[in-house]
């Protein structure tokens, strides 16, 4: 998974900004977010939008070792803040016969079949 770093302040982002809301720069560095981060939060949607069938859908905010924060589906039978995740390129819906991929984030924890 790759972020955006600010050239100037060193922020990093896990979507590419034309400006950097922390100081202003127009310059940005591509990075590597790394193989690992950390449930921040999340929450359970029990209705979902159209297209997902996962229920319940998990979401949350992971934090990558360098700093740089993620928005995304969170895929685990037992969620807790704290654990650690690592990213995936998944389909996440079906809308009007077409696959959305993107990234989620997957329990490194070994769970129980």
Known sequence: ME??????????Y?????ICPECTSR?????????????????????????????PLRLGIVEFPNGGRAFGQIITESPAIGIKLRPIWKQLK??????????AFQDQRKEPK
């Open 3 to 12: 972020g955006y770093k600010c050239a100037k302040c060193g922020r990093v």
């Open 14 to 18: 896990s979507i590419k900004k034309a």
């Open 27 to 55: 310059e940005f560095i591509t990075v590597d977010m790394g193989e690992e981060c950390i449930l921040l939060t999340y929450t359970e949607l029990w209705v979902t939008p159209t297209g997902v069938s996962e229920k």
């Open 94 to 103: 079906e809308e009007d016969g077409k696959a959305l991929w993107g990234f």
